[in-house]
Nanobody, 120 residues
Framework: QVQLVESGGGLVQPGGSLRLSCTTSRSIFSVSDMGWYRQAPGKQRELVAV???????NYADSVKGRFTISRINSENMVYLQMKGLKPEDSAVYYC??????????????WGQGTQVTVSS
């Protein structure tokens, strides 16, 4: 089975920063597009950022200029550096791995989520 392990969530004041981390096995990580999604109470899960196995990135408009997704392939790690946090960023953040390149169709696995709360 595919497991993703997330960490880095917590409570932060508006304008503050957090870095989320996610790791999985090398065999999965090396062929996967990695991403971060978030879900707030009463809202749909939404894409935050994606980084492909080749390093290309894409961001939701709401986080452009504030969040940075990156990966260190040798460590099987993906990060989400969040700066200038706003209360509306509060959500459970989920790490994802999409094996579409290998499977030929969307094949997405999810971490268990880490809570980010932005409040004064």
């Amino acid at each position: 089975q595919v497991q993703l392990v997330e960490s880095g969530g917590g409570l932060v004041q508006p304008g503050g920063s957090l870095r989320l981390s996610c790791t999985t096995s090398r065999s999965i990580f090396s062929v996967s597009d990695m991403g971060w999604y978030r879900q707030a109470p009463g809202k749909q899960r939404e894409l935050v950022a994606v980084i492909t196995s080749g390093g290309s990135t894409n961001y939701a408009d709401s986080v452009k200029g504030r969040f940075t997704i990156s990966r260190i392939n040798s460590e099987n790690m993906v990060y989400l550096q969040m700066k200038g946090l706003k209360p509306e960023d509060s959500a459970v953040y989920y790490c994802s791995a999409d094996l579409a390149a290998l499977a030929g169709r969307p094949t997405v696995y999810w971490g268990q989520g880490t809570q980010v709360t932005v409040s004064s």
